[in-house]
């Protein structure tokens, strides 16, 4: 689901790329959703279920069902997505695999019917009722409003990507072959009814994609029947397959997932390279050469010891450091999420109100949307880069793109996405601490040298609408 990459543009650098494909909207019935916060946006998805009551009981740890029963609810769900809207999306320039995949499971394995090139909605249609092939629609919060804006809150309110997939399937037909998945999902039943086993993990909290055969996993844990309304989470790992029963209508559902490559283990891959490049600074063991041909043995074993003490040294250090380095995770959370969502205006987003001066009061406008990190400066080539403070946001990512990959022009020409945001020297870190820790902060008050550098400062801020005068 992450999609890995990242090149830092420039000071300031603007880049606004138009959406090539119109959005699809029908006409919405009142919200269940309540999109005060990221967390009134959650406790409103998991609905009658308490936060608390599902961390502590659910999260990672065991599916919850949640069959609601309510009109308004289905309607609401029926309103993200239909399958009258891909007639109007594939007209637009959908594509075989990028956009659509169709499949079938036969024989406990996935049979992939794909066509060559762009997704021509009558023959979508004829594999569907003739095949009965299951239509999936990759990223629909690309082209509807309130699964973006539902996905963007949840982005916020996780801190990790968030994206969605939508699985049509006929009457007395089959999608996927028993298989778990590398994200926690969160299943929206929208159209119709799906009957859904799940199953025992064979993997806990699995960090890959893999299929199961019947055989080995056993009887199921669970089985039941989604319709309009309701709702299923499962932890990555758990087994499952779903199926529409034969007689009725098809089956419409949204997958909506998060917490890909997003544990323990990931963090500590990405912060430990930082934690040693410190160390070495100042430890001189660290930088003592490794014995000679230690490289060309086939068994590394009499090197455990030593590495062994390193890591506790490191894990000392750790304890007792108030910094820790986390640019890569960061960076590819902020570089590929959903920019705000801004309500019907397709305007990029722009500074808004006075300019910030020296006797100005200023506020962050979009926290959620911004990190700030500490790397050797991007601009100079030199073998001595001093460390630079850059400010990374998602204000001006498309959504277009959304989960997409870096297949389109808001690539740089390496073929690597681009990153928005600023740098600024180390010295700037403490000020904009102050920005970001504090409802709102007096320019005059930041903690830098002089006027001209926190002018400078708010200026840069305000261009790149991360801050706002009150």
Not at 12 to 27: I, L, M, T
Not at 245 to 257: A, E, L
Not at 300 to 325: P, Y
Request: proline content about 6%.
């Amino acid at each position: 689901m992450s999609k890995k990459g990242g090149k830092q543009t420039k000071t300031g650098r603007k880049v606004h790329v138009p959406c090539k494909r119109a959005k699809v909207e029908a006409s919405c019935p009142s919200s269940p959703m309540n999109y005060d916060s990221p967390d009134s946006v959650f406790e409103s998805l998991i609905f009658p279920i308490e936060q608390e009551k599902f961390f502590k009981e659910y999260w990672e740890q065991k599916p919850l069902l949640i069959q609601r029963d309510d009109p308004s609810v289905a309607a609401y769900y029926q309103s993200l997505f239909q399958l009258m809207d891909l007639k109007e999306l594939s007209s637009q320039g959908l594509y075989y695999g990028s956009d659509v995949n169709i499949c079938r499971c036969v024989n406990g394995k996935k049979k992939v019917l794909n066509k060559d090139g762009k997704v021509n909605y009558m023959q979508l249609k004829r594999d569907f009722d003739q095949k009965k092939a299951t239509i999936q629609f990759h990223q629909p919060q690309r082209f509807k409003d309130e699964l973006w804006r539902i996905q963007e809150k949840l982005e916020c309110y996780f801190g990790s990507l968030v994206g969605s997939n939508v699985y049509i399937t006929p009457p007395g037909s089959q999608g996927l072959p028993p298989h778990y998945d590398d994200v926690e999902v969160f299943i929206l039943q929208l159209e119709g009814e799906k009957h859904w086993r799940l199953y025992k993990p064979t993997v806990h909290l699995a960090r890959e994609y893999n299929v199961e055969s019947e055989d080995r996993i056993g009887n199921p844990t669970h089985e039941f029947i989604l319709k309009p309304g309701d709702l299923l989470y499962f932890p990555r790992g758990t087994i499952h397959q779903a199926d529409t029963p034969p007689g009725g209508s098809y089956s419409t559902h949204v997958t909506i997932s998060t917490y890909q490559n997003n544990s323990w283990g990931d963090f500590l891959l990405d912060a430990i390279p930082g934690l040693v490049f410190d160390t070495a600074k100042e430890d001189v063991a660290l930088r003592t050469s490794i014995p000679r041909q230690l490289l060309m043995q086939v068994d590394i074993a009499d090197s455990t010891r030593t590495l062994s003490s390193f890591l506790r040294s490191l894990a000392d250090r750790l304890e007792n450091t108030k910094e820790l380095r986390s640019s890569n995770m960061k960076k590819d959370f902020i570089m590929n999420r959903l920019p705000p969502f801004l309500g019907n205006s397709s305007d990029p987003l722009a500074p808004g109100g006075k300019l910030p001066k020296l006797d100005s009061k200023i506020r962050l406008r979009f926290k959620d949307h911004a990190i700030i990190t500490v790397e050797p400066d991007q601009e100079n080539s030199d073998e001595l880069r001093k460390e630079m403070v850059y400010v990374y946001h998602s204000l001006k990512n498309r959504r277009e793109r959304h989960m997409m990959g870096n297949e389109d022009d808001d690539t740089s020409e390496e073929g690597i996405s681009e990153t928005h945001g600023l740098r600024f020297p180390l010295s700037h870190m403490d000020a904009l601490k102050q920005i970001w820790r504090s409802a709102t902060v007096a320019v005059k008050e930041l903690s830098l040298k002089s006027d001209a550098e926190k002018e400078n400062l708010v200026l840069s801020l305000w261009a790149e609408c991360l801050i706002e005068v009150i």
